[in-house]
């Protein structure tokens, strides 16, 4: 029960923390984000038996695609805290450190790179995007951000949750 706790507080917490990024982001530095929207839509045709698209924007819309997008999105940074937690073990995450937060924030670029991009019609690590080397960048600082803040929420949680 500790650790789905702490998973779902180190993810969440993560998430948030990108999610906070993403709008410095927009607001300030004139980058916009991921379309949770897209994210949902792709998702949405799973079931389907449709795994890939050429161009995400062009499938049939999906029902609450919007929701769906940015449920997965939390749910994927919970399942990638826990990933982090299984491999560092609750030790971790009672006294957090910066460099497994950091790796498995850069371990989760496989996600994006090998999977969604291609299902979305932008090809293997944004290969198939007007600027594929912005898009991996872009990915690279905000996985790296993921990183961070899985960090930062474990200092937190860690602080707020004491068994």
């Known amino acids: 029960m500790e650790f ?17 990024w993403t709008l ?40 609450g695609e919007r929701l769906i997008g940015w449920s997965a999105h939390y749910v994927i940074g919970i399942a990638f805290a826990g990933l982090l937690l299984a491999v560092w073990g609750l030790d971790w995450a009672y006294r957090p450190t910066l460099p497994p937060a950091l790796i498995v924030g850069l371990l989760t ?29 872009r990915s690279l600082v905000a996985h790296t951000v993921f990183g961070i803040g899985l960090y930062v929420a474990a200092l937190l949680t860690a602080m707020l949750i004491r068994l």
């Open 109 to 137: 670029l496989a996600a994006p790179f090998f999977i969604l991009q291609p299902g979305m019609g932008a090809g293997i690590a944004a290969s198939k995007t007007p600027k594929p080397n912005m898009a991996r960048l």
């Open 24 to 63: 410095f982001a927009k607001r300030v530095l004139g980058m916009s984000g991921p379309d949770w929207a897209m994210v949902g839509r792709w998702i949405g045709h799973l079931p389907l038996g449709r795994f890939r698209h050429d161009n995400m924007a062009a499938a049939s819309p999906v029902r």
């Open 4 to 20: 789905l706790l702490r998973a779902v507080s180190v993810g969440v917490g993560a998430t948030v923390v990108l999610d906070l």
